[in-house]
């Protein structure tokens, strides 16, 4: 009956979505996917599940980066029919508007399970209160809620860490090298999103406690065209006085890359301006083995793995999976000076990109 209703209203929201012109096939398909499939459920619901299968609806942030491809890929791969799941996803676009729709559509298609990556850290209380009286268990993946615990489990990374080991990292760096004075610029991401809120909190921990200079700190949105926009005007505004940039993601590296460029400004481990980025997609370790990143801070975005077996595996045999589940990490460097920081009090390795490190990666 479930998947009944699920049909019918999906085939309403896809009448619907067609009717307003919504795009959403085209910007949700990842890269293995078949454009048409994956952002409605109809391929699916046409033909309605069978036996046991557990229909999943995922609200994702959106496509703005590396790390957003590779977290999507990670849900078509394991929550598909051959594990046993059918998945209806959304891509939110950024818009915190149209996921909280997406988690209201999943009520009304009676879902078994939600999965959300929240695009901001708060505001979500009272969608979660609904899903919540509608008996449908939530799952968090990646950024974090902070205003509601209205949700069974969250997987994802400690973005206060990735910030804090940063800036130790980059304490240690400056040590080694014997750069007396950091004069920071950041780009951060995008704004209200706890891996923002985290990592621009540890990384200033560190700052303040060394005194460093942070200039600016700007959101650049996670995407490559925020980076470039914002390091343009950071060129512009503060042309020779500084020889950091921290880039809360991969791909604003990229933008930022670019705008040095043009600028004539050099980085990395040649370069004038020490530059550092999150995510560890394959295309920057490239660049941090290239020299021309000299640090990059991963930030795991295969979550979907540990939702099927420690979160939704366990509900189903009757359990209760843990409120929150850390996945691990790794920090990536350009040159082999250093072999390892000191993050919270814990010593932990810094792994120099190597050809087989490469060869390892999967996205
Ligand atoms: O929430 C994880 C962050 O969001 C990643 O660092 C970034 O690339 C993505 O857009």
Known sequence: ????????????????????????TEETT???????????????????????????????????SDWRTASTQSAYDVFNADNGYEMVFVDADQDVQKQIEALRNFIQQGVDYIIL??????GWDQVLTECEEAGIPV?????????????????????????????EWLKAYAEAKNIEELNILVIEGSVGASATLGRTEGFKQVADREGWNIIASQSGDFTEAGGQEVMESYCQSYAGQFNVVICQNDNEAYGAITAMDNAGVTYGVDGDVILVSFDAAKTALGLVQEGKLNACFEC????????????????????????????????FVAEDILESITVNGEEMPLVQVTDEVLAGRAY
């Open 300 to 331: 795991n975005p295969l979550a979907a793995p540990f939702v099927d077996e420690d979160v939704i595996q366990v509900m189903e045999a009757g359990g209760t999976p843990e409120k929150e589940i850390y996945m691990t990490e790794t920090w």
């Open 30 to 64: 990842p890269a293995t996917e078949p454009a048409g499939e994956e952002t409605t459920p109809a391929g699916e619901e046409t033909t309605p599940a069978e036996g046991d299968t557990i229909l999943v609806g995922f609200a994702q942030v959106g496509h703005e």
């Open 1 to 24: 009956m479930k998947k009944f209703l699920a049909l019918a209203l999906a085939l309403v929201m896809v009448f619907a979505l067609a009717a307003c012109g919504e795009p959403a």
């Open 117 to 122: 990556d929240p695009i901001q850290a708060t």
């Open 139 to 167: 799952i968090i993946i990646d950024r974090t809620v902070d205003d509601s615990d209205k949700y069974i489990s969250w997987v994802g990374s400690d973005f206060t860490t990735e910030g804090v080991a940063a800036g």
